[in-house]
């Protein structure tokens, strides 16, 4: 009976030390700063709130970068912004924190038209499936009826 319940022990931390192979297999590889082929950033304004967007663009059309959300009367919305490019439309999904609150992260997807050079943030239908929020597929995305529309502005280091 003790050479099963060891037999069965070790088979466990076995599986277990297997499954945190594979995890570490499936990190996401950080790019590094120094690899972009440009950077960009820009500004949106409208009423009382500010955005702030700095993205990095690399070889293979991965776009990367961060999103600062100061919105009138909301606690600020610091990010990362990861995505691509499809025709003139970027599509990214925004991961967050938002105020004080350093535990609890938040993902969304967002959309940016490039229409000369703007970024016009667009206004979806978004529906959450197994806990990941995505737009809705078959329904348009709003780029007219906007509030958010990027400007170019110096990145400030």
Known sequence: MKKLGVFCLLVTCIGLQSCKNDKSENTLEVKDVKDATSTECYQAIYEQDTLNLK?????????NGNMEMAIDNMPKKVGEIVGEFKGDTLFASYTFIQGGNKEKTFKNPMAFLKRGDQLILGNGQIQLTMGAS????????DFEKVKYKFSPVDCVE
């Open 134 to 141: 995505h737009f809705v597929k078959g329904e348009p995305i």
């Open 55 to 63: 993205l990095l663009t690399f070889k293979d059309g991965e776009i």
